[in-house]
Every structure is written in structure tokens, then in C-alpha cells.
């Protein structure tokens, strides 16, 4: 048994909070949180291993994609939602 079980990401979860939150359609922020970690898995790790990203650039990647109709702010939004439920379930914090 591993110790993160606790901390699992439900995805389902994740998009249904993300639509309660920005009353944005699921395919929409299945959309973004695709691009997103496609973005996440491009990004460079430093001499840490850690990847640093960049808030601006990354919803500047989202917005530049043909697929994505959606204006700045939701997809702002939509990454706020996120990262409150992420840190709400434990599963990520942040780094001072």
C-alpha cells in the first residue's frame, strides 16, 4: 500500500469541482488540463530536476492552440480551480 492512496487525483472529481467552480463545460476544461500537462511534460527541469512553470506562458500555450475557444480569463480560471482543489486534497503544495 502506498502512502500517496489518499492523495490520489481523481480526475472525474477534478473537472466536476473545475465546472462547479467557473461554470465552464467539462470538454472545455478536459481541453485545458490536456494542454496544460502537455506543457507541464515540454517544460525544462533545472539542475534540480524540478520544473519551474510559468503562470502567463502557460495559459499564453493554451490560448494559442486552434482547438481552444476559449477567452484569457476563463482559461485562467479554470488553472485557478485546479491548483485550489490540488492543494485542498493535499496532492500539491507550494515551495517558498
Known amino acids: 500500500m502506498s502512502n500517496d492512496q489518499g492523495n490520489e487525483l481523481n480526475e472525474q472529481e477534478l473537472i466536476a469541482y473545475i465546472a462547479g467552480e467557473t461554470n465552464v463545460d467539462t470538454k472545455s476544461i478536459e481541453l485545458v ?6 506543457f507541464i511534460d515540454n517544460a525544462q527541469e533545472d539542475a534540480k530536476g524540478e520544473v519551474e512553470i510559468d503562470s502567463d506562458e502557460l495559459v499564453d500555450y493554451i490560448l494559442k492552440q486552434q482547438n481552444v475557444k476559449l477567452d ?20 500539491v503544495g507550494y515551495i517558498d
Not at 74 to 85: F, H, Q
Open 72 to 91: 484569457e480569463m476563463t482559461v485562467e480560471n479554470i488553472l485557478e480551480a485546479e491548483m485550489d482543489y490540488l492543494l485542498d486534497k493535499g496532492i
Open 33 to 38: 488540463l490536456k494542454l496544460e500537462q502537455k
